[in-house]
């Protein structure tokens, strides 16, 4: 979906004329006129202010270019509902929010993590639980927050 379809979207869906949408973003309505037609985006502060006030993701405004993963535990976060948050109540599009939030990560260490993971993951195949833990730490080692260095 572009820019433009989504952001109408959310207009419409918050049942708002593009005048009321206008206020709410501290913007002309023609502002808003143009953004729905393509002719432009908003910049990446007002951005921001939208993601903000209508409690949108920026990748959803930008009509989810990137395939988002928790840079934590790998999970897919392919909703805004599965996005963590910083304290100010913005979107972090790093992490899921069982693995961060407020601020806080949920996992003081891999080695809490693994465990968790080794005791709560199906293992249909009955896989012995040191094999799996190398495993899952093998793939989390390639995650922005377990990386060396």
């Known amino acids: 979906m572009e820019v433009k379809d989504v952001l109408k979207n959310i207009r419409t869906k ?10 709410r973003v501290n913007v002309t309505r023609q502002a808003v006129s143009r953004w ?14 939208i993601s903000r006030e209508f409690d949108v993701s920026i990748n959803t405004l930008l009509g989810q270019p990137r395939t988002l993963f ?7 976060l392919n909703d805004d509902s599965l996005l963590s948050k910083e304290p ?3 979107f972090n599009e790093d992490y899921c929010k069982w693995c961060y939030a407020d601020g806080t990560f949920a996992y003081k260490s891999k080695d809490a993590l693994l465990d968790f993971l080794v005791k709560t ?19 989390l080692s390639t995650l922005k927050h377990w990386r060396k260095g």
Request: glycine share 10%; hydrophobic share 20%.
């Open 88 to 90: 100010d109540g913005s």
């Open 36 to 49: 729905e037609t393509g002719e432009t985006q908003p910049n990446t502060e007002l951005l921001k202010v």
């Open 121 to 139: 993951m199906p293992n249909p195949e009955h896989t012995p639980g040191d094999e799996r833990r190398a495993l899952y730490d093998g793939q």
């Open 70 to 76: 928790c840079q934590c535990c790998g999970m897919p």
């Open 14 to 23: 918050h049942n708002l004329t593009q005048e009321q949408m206008a206020l």
